[in-house]
Each structure stands twice: as structure tokens, then as C-alpha cells.
């Protein structure tokens, strides 16, 4: 239980602070660069900030899981599914709008 709760709450973190550099700091660079090469240089604020924010909504879906699962609750997958589909989605709807594809290279 403890160690999935720690493996749960790195990897969460993990995605967590990618998210906030991502986004506050702008670091578009942590991206695979073919995520971001058709990227407008003025999009960037707006690309970081949504990619930032999907990795941030992905992450805490993950540390709630650990939570859950301590907890010993039978709905664990609940917030692991809804962080991942939000997270998606507003990654997605990111690459979509500023990219133009989700795979553009």
C-alpha cells in the first residue's frame, strides 16, 4: 500500500512540476520538439500555459489514485481516469488549436 502510494505520488509529481515549468516558465523546450516547431512565437504564452495546465491535471489525477488506493477504496481508477481523459483533452485541444496536429511534424 505505502509503496504505491510513493511510486503513485513521484510519478504524479513528476508531472506535476513539468507542468508548472512548462507553464510558468515557459520551458516549451521540455516538449518534443516536433509538439511545438509550428508553434506562432506569440502562441507560445498560450501553448505553454494549456500544455502546462494538462500535465498539471494529469498529474494530480495520478497522486489521487495513490491516495485511494491507501485508503484501500475499490474506486482508485475514478481519479486515474478522469486525470487522464481532462488531461488529454486539454492537451489535445493545445496541439489542435497552436499546432494544427496532433502529430504534425
Given at each position: 500500500m505505502i509503496l504505491g502510494l510513493i511510486i503513485d505520488a513521484a510519478v504524479g509529481s513528476v508531472c506535476v512540476v513539468l507542468g508548472l515549468l512548462i507553464w510558468k516558465k515557459e520551458k516549451v523546450s521540455l516538449i518534443h520538439d516536433y509538439h511545438y516547431k509550428n508553434v506562432k512565437k506569440e502562441d507560445i504564452p498560450a501553448y505553454a500555459r494549456l500544455i502546462g495546465v494538462g500535465l498539471i491535471i494529469v498529474g494530480t489525477g495520478i497522486c489521487a489514485t495513490g491516495i485511494f488506493n491507501l485508503l484501500e477504496s475499490p474506486l482508485w481508477w475514478i481519479?486515474?481516469?478522469?486525470?487522464?481523459?481532462?488531461?488529454?483533452?486539454?492537451?489535445?485541444?493545445?496541439?489542435?488549436?497552436?499546432?494544427?496536429?496532433?502529430f504534425s511534424r
Open positions: 481519479p486515474l481516469l478522469a486525470g487522464f481523459a481532462a488531461g488529454i483533452y486539454v492537451l489535445h485541444r493545445a496541439q489542435m488549436k497552436y499546432n494544427g496536429s496532433w
